[in-house]
């Protein structure tokens, strides 16, 4: 495996230069790792073959943004070394697990612009002529893929080189982190069945899926590996749950409002999904008397068309959901500011995490 880093912490290096490093550097670990298991593990017959294209595509895309908070939080103690970048790849193949099952319950038929490894897989299917619902061999052979990712994001961590008594000391946080994802998911489910979910509710998935598993996650455990103190661990928790609650809230409006040149998903794909998010949540307590009973009438059709989504997004735009939203982001925002500045913290690590935070925030995709 290459040792060839070039991830560095320099008090004068440019964030976002670090950043590009950083994702580079994580890209070409993660791309080497994955290869070399997809060889040792899945073996040469046609279904282990499909299997291992769709990971390698798979794990090519992505903004990397969790090892990269992971190893921003490793820089605040020390340089970040080959095994430091590589246990912050581990984190890329756990988000990929989450991304293949994510897209199965979700129905999404797009990730990153691309067909989801589902759709991928049941097209498989066909082309074999083999028997049976495509769709249905699609979804099961994509749930095994993440549990692939799942399995192998552990041993990259294991593997990475990092000092077995700082492993030690940090599986703890990771072992918590990886179940506070699953059950994030699981309240999610819910609150897409239960349609029109209290906004404490959502802003409660909203912190297990993004808070603590996208930076607040990511960041204390690139940091407990590093070795830091229980004050900088303290700091950085309290700027990822809020900046964690920002990623969350503007991924939100991009399920609704992004552009698909950007996303590679539609205009409006959590209305298509039926999902319940923030944006929706406010628009329907901001709604006035006339909005709401729209917004009942297409609740209730079984099958949203284009023209009722553009109806949709009228009524949620006209009622100053996305404003309060944006309002929202802002605050969380400036809350991680906050953390960051009653911190003991290098001036180098608080622009990393504040080009990170602006990066969560304001992003376009």
Not at 19 to 39: L, T, Y
Not at 158 to 177: E, H, I, K, T, W
Not at 215 to 244: D, K, T
Request: proline letters at 4%; charged letters at 25%; glycine letters at 8%.
């Amino acid at each position: 495996m290459s040792t060839a880093m070039t991830v560095t912490t320099s008090p004068d290096d440019d964030a976002a230069g670090w950043r590009a490093r950083a994702r580079s550097d994580v890209a070409n670990v993660v791309r080497e790792f994955v290869a070399a298991r997809s060889r040792d593990h899945l073996g040469p017959a046609p279904e282990t073959r499909v299997l291992a294209d769709v990971l390698r595509r798979f794990v090519e895309g992505g903004k990397y943004v969790r090892s990269a908070f992971a190893l921003a939080g490793w820089a605040c103690v020390a340089t970040p070394t080959a095994s430091a970048v590589r246990a912050a790849g581990s984190l890329e193949l756990l988000h990929c697990f989450a991304l293949l099952q994510d897209d199965v319950m979700d129905q999404s038929p797009l990730r990153r612009g691309r067909p989801a490894a589902h759709v991928l897989f049941a097209q498989w299917h066909h082309e074999q002529h083999l028997s049976g619902s495509a769709a249905r061999f699609g979804e099961s052979a994509a749930v095994l893929a993440g549990d692939l990712c799942l399995v192998w994001a552990e041993q990259m961590l294991r593997q990475s080189g990092v000092d077995g008594a700082a492993l030690a000391r940090a599986l703890p946080r990771y072992d918590r982190m990886r179940s506070t994802l699953a059950v994030g998911q699981l309240r999610d489910l819910v609150n897409d069945a239960r349609r029109q979910p209290a906004l404490r509710d959502v802003r409660a998935v909203a912190r297990a899926k993004s808070g603590d598993y996208t930076v607040r996650g990511p960041l204390e455990l690139g940091a407990e590996l590093a070795g830091a103190s229980a004050a900088v661990i303290g700091a950085l928790g309290r700027y990822g749950v809020v900046v964690g609650e920002a990623f969350q809230l503007r991924d939100d409006l991009l399920g609704m409002f992004g552009a698909p040149d950007r996303t590679g998903k539609p205009v409006g794909e959590d209305l298509l999904a039926r999902k319940a998010t923030t944006v929706m949540v406010l628009a329907r307590e901001r709604a006035d008397s006339a909005q709401r009973q729209e917004l009942a009438e297409l609740d209730r059709l079984p099958r949203l068309e284009r023209s009722d989504v553009d109806e949709y997004l009228a009524i949620v735009a006209a009622t100053g959901a996305r404003e309060q939203v944006e309002g929202l982001i802002e605050q969380r925002l400036r809350e991680g500011m906050a953390a960051l500045s009653t911190s003991a913290l290098p001036v180098d690590a608080r622009h990393r995490l504040t080009h990170l935070a602006d990066l969560c925030g304001n992003r376009d995709q």
